[in-house]
């Protein structure tokens, strides 16, 4: 085969479609993709869990029969020659197959030897990879012992060993801390330079899509753009502005977003970012009635306003325009009713704080999971946990649900352990698991039938929240369908209506919002923010540095120890410097594990 | 050694230390294969020994004495006197009994004038095997009787037919010495195919099968490295459970140690193709665990002629029972352990063995394929 | 206090009803096994493939290799012309007996002088050699009987008299079927609430479950009572394929029956609910299950007798369930027993339940709250 040239595409996909049968529903995971990418760059699939990412990823491995298209990797046909294409390409599944019982030195002679790297080249691989992704001192150490973002820079080192021409990563990076991110994205960006390998990388993290030199974006199977990243948002140049007005910062994001107009409002920091449907701020007047006194400061666009804007239009195009989401009062109107409260003023203003954490710890055998933990919230504070995979927010969030005993240390929710306390005392909580952890075989209304009955409603009562879990939720559509086969975002909201029957003073979310697409993300917080706003007690983990913007405060977790404690914008204030005037919580949280100078992944 | 060589090492080396480290995979090679061997070792007998038997004598005097002396003295039974047939009754309804043996008040006048008095004997037949057992003891018991009684009394013996029950290969008759060599077959079907199948659902589950697909490891080579690590298994579990047999529980092996390894790795090859097979359908071991009990464990234990005689099924039943490797095997075992190497049994099921495992490999290796769908 | 807890056992039952792999736990193993212990598993000897070697040719050997040839029980393969031919045979298995009459049997006969007959017999199955050695032996004695009675001869001091009780056509399947109603709800109860914790604790529902004021005896009952419910059901339904399909006679009476399944089930669920509360994943729960249930169901008196086992054997049985249920099962179908002659069988499982139910609690309480 002669070699070919850099200006051949290293990847050609024509009209891919594809479907599979999940139980009695025919998927459609994608519907007609067609794409490029150019040898020698890095390009990011992007979309949301369920976007298709993976099943692309599949084909374009030959792991998955073609049914329909052309799928071309290196001038070769994928669909004719799967064997001649493996040969030549590595590819990191999203849960690469590491042996969880092997040591990290054992997976990697493992793989060494199924790609037939010959030994004598092998030592000098080792010795440029081990360095490179920090695994040196751990070779003996059992792969399933290593930490999420070890684990995944072992993944990408088995695939490596021997230097393909195009690599396949399908979202190496998901639920990895920002330090082992960059690490990784350092890996892969020295891989490219050094030997010049192509490289196509998936990611439901937005904010990696500038990182890459050209972008591949999909939702729900269909492709929504292609090209640089700077394509993407200069599309949108001049429609992005940073607001602030005489409001809290809540009511100002919850106004705008209902606004004519304006596409996407988020809170940033003090301030509340807007992407508007067009450019200028002709509408402003409007915005301005409903926000008194909105000053409005133009910012560079991201890539995630691009993409939000997209979206809009989308829905906009496929739907009947949804009406404001109230036309005469706030959106907070559609929030519950104030919980019942035992004793508390009204009001809003925390003064006896409702959780109350101290000197928590946690041992597992020798491994402390949770080290010396303190920190206090108060009543309708949104309170962040922040931290990668491992971290150890979790355990904290497990023991203040009274699942798990502390080792040390004492912890008080609406004055009680939960663990000791009576089990009528739960019910001043609500809960929300990880994985929006429903009863798949049950229906959407046999879900909320079975948790408003736990929580000990019943009557007229059980029946009055049903329905209003119904309509808030938006849910009278899929009433009868298994909750199996809901998409990922009514899930999230069958989750949330399921934690929130008995209208608890409390509420617990651990990672509410993985891999559910922005929008319904924006959704989500615009609920937990009006439940804070009538005085409900919100904490949160989540591994997406982004999200902590929505948090009154938060402690950054590391290692089961807390690195940082305080509101969202002293903490990013704390990692100002000269070359950062506007650092992102990422960086923040990069900058304080570097001072620490602790192994996090270790 | 070529890189296909190299690539099947790895794996194979992979796949021992996995076993290794992984306690479930341990606990069916070996704690699940060391419980079945203890429990029928040493608990399932068919064997009925010590039977309970009530015992009425009406008229008790030498003659019944002489009759019911026998009881007592036999290992088979354990009399028990009762002074009413009504009260025996009661003990048999009870359950404490499971016979009766019952001597009317005219027995011994009748024995000595006419002949022929009737001895009632009066069996619980819910346990029909047991039932049928006691039954054969008690008329043993009785011909003997009369034989004695016969030549005490110097006349030619009093039944025309003397009969020499003759059992060949399993003098003692002893349920163990079949049901041990037997367990074998039941013991490698667990490893080579509940195993085995669970293993590669789990290699699905994890992602590590797709970790593989993605190199350049052919299916074949994934195929043979799963093959190999198991084989070995399959034929220690089986050296292991032989040695157990013949020195803990004294079962005798009277054929050739090559014969019963050689067709032990021909059964292995049909267990392990079976294995293959279901993880290729099954991708979870849930599912893989309930396809291999169902399809190849539960078969191997009723349909193999394990316990229950393949010649007394129903004829739709029997025709099944072809299609279960493990009957040709357990054929084998039973004679290479208690008869020795008898060629027209050995010969015959081997080559059976044989033709399923190439089908069964074969099926294995053509509906494997290097793709996730 | 109730609702909660009907609601877990509604969502419980829904829950097994629609999941796929429930149901098919439910259904196609109790299927499967219902056929293959109906059908296959059977101690009763049909056509057992016979040689006979008879030198003497004569009438009464004639007669006797008749009545051999006439039984249900034995099939003459092969007549021989040498007695060798006979242990080639039974080596290949092609027969698993050999008949062998000596050369002067009619004339002993007719000299009222002892006429030998030889059973050879394959004892590689040593049952079926021992039954074998019956059914022959039991032919042998008729003829033997029949032979004085018309050709003269002193006939024999006494006489066996030999009658069955509760099962006189002595079928195996009379035995083995009531067996599977015991077994088979055994393995539909501990694999449904063995499994269901597991499951949830999977899925992540049960950390769900422990936030809300649920008590640990609610989730206990409300995990609990669908299993006793499923397994009853189980039972009834195989209760009902044993006496129409099977046609096994029902003597006692159904409320005895009902009394000891149910606390049969108690127990079982009390350990199902053990099993669960350990497992940290399915495949361990099924694991678990397996390895309890594997000893549990030989070690019961389901295919060999309690007291054919050495006594330390005979011990460990006390302490399983299905011994005691196996024993009432049989008892009500087949002999009619009553209430009181059960409270022996009752009482030691209703013991176990207690004790299996308050060990789950323990194991609940300790694992979770």
Redesign the interface.
Known sequence: MPPPTDAEPALRLADVRHRFRSGPRDVAALAGVSATAMRGTVTGLIGPDGAGKTTLMRLVAGLLRLQSGRVEVLGIDVGRDPLAVQARLGYMPQRFGLYEDLTVQENLDLYADLQDVPPAERRARYAQLLPLTGLGPFTKRLAGRLSGGMKQKLGLACTLLHPPEFLLLDEPTVGVDPVSRRELWRIIEHLTRESRTTVLFSTAYLDEAERCDQVILIHEGRLLGAGTPAAFTAEIAGRSFLASAGLGRRELQARLSAAPGILDAVIQGDRVRIVTASTGTAASADWSRAAPGLSLTPTPPRFEDSFVAKLRGIARANEPPLPPASPTATPVATAPPPPVTTGSTPGGTPEEPVIVVEHLTRRFGPFVAVRDVSFAVGRGEIFGLLGANGAGKSTTF?ML???LPASAGRLRVAGFD??TAA?????R?G?M???F??????SVR?NL???S????L?GARQIARIDWAVGEFDLAAVLDA?ARDLALGYKQRLALA?ALMHEPQIL?LDEPTSGVDPLARREFWRRINALAESGVTVLVTTHFMEEAEYCDRLIIMASGRVLADGTPASIKASARRDDRPDPTLEDAFIAMIDAAGTEVAA | MSAATTRRIALIRKEFLQIARDP?AL??AF??PA??LL??G???????????VAIVVDHPDALTAS?TGRFAQSAYFRPRAYLTIQSAERA????RV?AIVWLRSD?TR???T????????????????????V??Y???L??G??ED?ARADG?????????????????A???K??LVPGLIAMIMTLTGALLTALVIAREWERGTMEGLMVTRVRIGEILTAKLVPYFVLGIGGMSASVALAVFVFGVPLRGSLWVLTATSALFMLAALGMGLLISGVARN???A??IA??ATF?PAF??S?F???I????R??RLVTHLVAARYFV?IL??VF??GD?W??ILPNAAALAVMAAIFLGLARMTARKRLD | MW??I???I??EL??VF??A?SR??LV??PL??LL??G???????????IAVFDPDHGQASRELVARFAGSPTFSVRKVLDSESQGS?L?????V?MVLVIDPRFTR??YQ????????????????????I??Y???I??G??LR??AAHG????????????????A???R??IVPGVIALLTQVVVLLVVGLSVARERE???F?????????PIDLLLGKGLPGVLIGLVEASVITVAATVWFKIPFRGEIGALYLGLLLFVIAITGLGLAVSALAAT???A??GA??FM??SV??SGF???I????RW?QWLTFANPMRYVL?IV??VF??G?GYS?LASQYWPMAVIGLVTLIAAAWLFRKR??
Not at chain 1, 453 to 456: E, G, H, I, K, L
Not at chain 2, 92 to 95: G, L, S, T, Y
Not at chain 2, 126 to 131: G, L, R, S
Not at chain 3, 307 to 310: D, Q
């Open positions: 497990r649900c009274g699942l939960l663990r089990a009528t005392a739960r019910a909580i809960y698991a990880q994985r952890s429903l009863y798949a075989d049950l046999q039938r079975f948790f009955s736990a929580y000990r019943s298994t399921c617990f | 479930s606990a069916i704690l699940l419980m079945l429990i029928f040493y608990g399932v007998s068919l064997d009925a020994r010590n039977v309970p009759f048999m309804a009870a359950n499971t027995f009748g024995a000595e006419t002949g022929a008095a009737p001895i009632g004997v009066l069996v619980n037949g819910v346990d029909a095997n047991d039932a049928r057992l039954e054969g008690v008329q043993q009785w011909a009787w009369l009684r006349r030619a013996a009093s039944l025309p037919i003397t009969v020499e029950p003759r059992v060949r290969f399993n003098p008759v002893s349920s010495d079949y071991q849930f599912v665990g309930q009990i169902i539960l009723m349909l002629g316990v229950f005689d010649d007394s099924m129903p739709a039943v054929a039973q004679s208690l008869a008898v027209s049994v | 609702r909660p009907f609601a877990l509604r969502k829904i829950a629609r999941d792999r098919l736990v196609v193993p499967i096994q293959v212990f059908y296959a598993a059977t101690f009763d000897l049909n056509h057992v493939p080639a039974l080596d290949a298995r092609a698993q002993d006969l009222h002088r002892s006429a030998p007959v030889r059973l050879v017999v394959d004892g590689r199955n040593s049952n079926t050699a021992l039954l050695e019956g022959a032996n039991t042998l004695s003829f033997a032979w004085t001869g002193p006939p024999p001091a006494a006489m066996l008299d030999i009658a069955t009780r509760y099962n006189p002595l079928l195996s009379w035995f899925m992540g529902t950390d769900q479950l422990l936030v809300t004021p649920l008590r399915q495949q361990q099924l694991l397996f390895l594997v000893p030989i070690l295919a060999t007798p007291a054919n086992m050495p054997v024993v049989r008892g087949l002999e027993t002659a979770t709250v």
